[in-house]
C-alpha cells in the first residue's frame, strides 16, 4: 500500500492564481483531513470529509474549496492564492471517528508570491 | 470548539534524560488524546494515544497520562536519545468525534 500520497511535493504560486492540491489514500479509509501547518502553530484543520460526497468545513476554510467524488481521492483547491495561504499542506486518512489513527501524507510545500 | 494548550514550546535535555511534554483541553465531552512525532521535514505519525476510560498508557520508553478531572494530559518519554529529536504534537478529539485538535507543538531537542 502506498497510504496516503500528495502532489505536488512543492509549488509556487503568484498572488490570485489558482491551483488543485491532490490527495489520495489506498487505504479504503472512509474520513479524510486537509489540514495547514505554519511554523510554530500546529496543524489547523482546513476542510474534512466522512465519505464520498460529504464535505464540511474544519477551523480555517476560508479561501479553500474542497470536494469528494470518491473514496480514494480529496482534492484542495485554491481559488484566489493569497500570501497567507504560504504554508506546508497535509493531508491525512483514518479509517473511521477521530478515536482512531490518522494517517498523513508527505505534505505540499505552497509559497505564493 | 475545543481548544488544546500545550507547553513548553521547546524543551532541550540530555541524552539519557526524561522529558515531560504537557497538554490541557477545553472540552470536556473529548474523549481520545493521541501524540504525534514529527521529524524535520517528514510528515507527523502517531507515537502514542490514550482514551478517556484509561489514565495511563505505556509503549517502551514513551508514556502518556490522563486527568480528566483536570483536563490535561502528558506525555513521558524516558532515557531519550538523539533520534527522539523532534515536534511533538498533542491533540484531543471534539465534539461529534470526527475532527482533532492539535496543541502548537513542542520542539524537543536530545544532546548527545
Known amino acids: 500500500n502506498a497510504g496516503v500520497t500528495q502532489t505536488p511535493k512543492f509549488r509556487i504560486l503568484k498572488i490570485g492564481q489558482s491551483m488543485t492540491l491532490q490527495c489520495a489514500q489506498d487505504m479504503n479509509h472512509n474520513y479524510m483531513y486537509w489540514y495547514r501547518q505554519d511554523p510554530g502553530m500546529g496543524l489547523k484543520l482546513i476542510y474534512y470529509s466522512v465519505g464520498a460526497g460529504i464535505t464540511d468545513k474544519g477551523e480555517v476554510p476560508n479561501g479553500y474549496n474542497v470536494s469528494r467524488s470518491t473514496t480514494e481521492d480529496f482534492p484542495l483547491r485554491l481559488e484566489l492564492a493569497a500570501p497567507s495561504q504560504t504554508s506546508v499542506y497535509f493531508c491525512?486518512?483514518?479509517?473511521?471517528?477521530?478515536?482512531?489513527?490518522?494517517?498523513f501524507g508527505p505534505g505540499t510545500r505552497l509559497l505564493v508570491l | 470548539g475545543e481548544n488544546v494548550e500545550q507547553h513548553p514550546s521547546t524543551l532541550s535535555v540530555q541524552e539519557g534524560d526524561s522529558a515531560v511534554i504537557k497538554c490541557t483541553y477545553s472540552?470536556?465531552?473529548?474523549?481520545?488524546f493521541p501524540w504525534y512525532k514529527q521529524e524535520l521535514g517528514k510528515r507527523p505519525q502517531l507515537i502514542i494515544d490514550i482514551r478517556s476510560n484509561v489514565g495511563e498508557k505505556k509503549d517502551q520508553r514513551i508514556a502518556v497520562t490522563l486527568n480528566k478531572t483536570a483536563k490535561h494530559f502528558s506525555l513521558h518519554i524516558t532515557e531519550t536519545q538523539p533520534e527522539d529529536s523532534a515536534v511533538y504534537f498533542c491533540?484531543?478529539?471534539?465534539?461529534?468525534?470526527?475532527?482533532?485538535?492539535f496543541g502548537k507543538g513542542t520542539m524537543l531537542l536530545v544532546s548527545p
Open positions: 491533540a484531543a478529539s471534539g465534539r461529534g468525534y470526527s475532527t482533532l485538535t
Open positions: 491525512a486518512s483514518s479509517h473511521g471517528l477521530a478515536g482512531e489513527t490518522q494517517y
Open positions: 472540552d470536556s465531552a473529548s474523549n481520545y
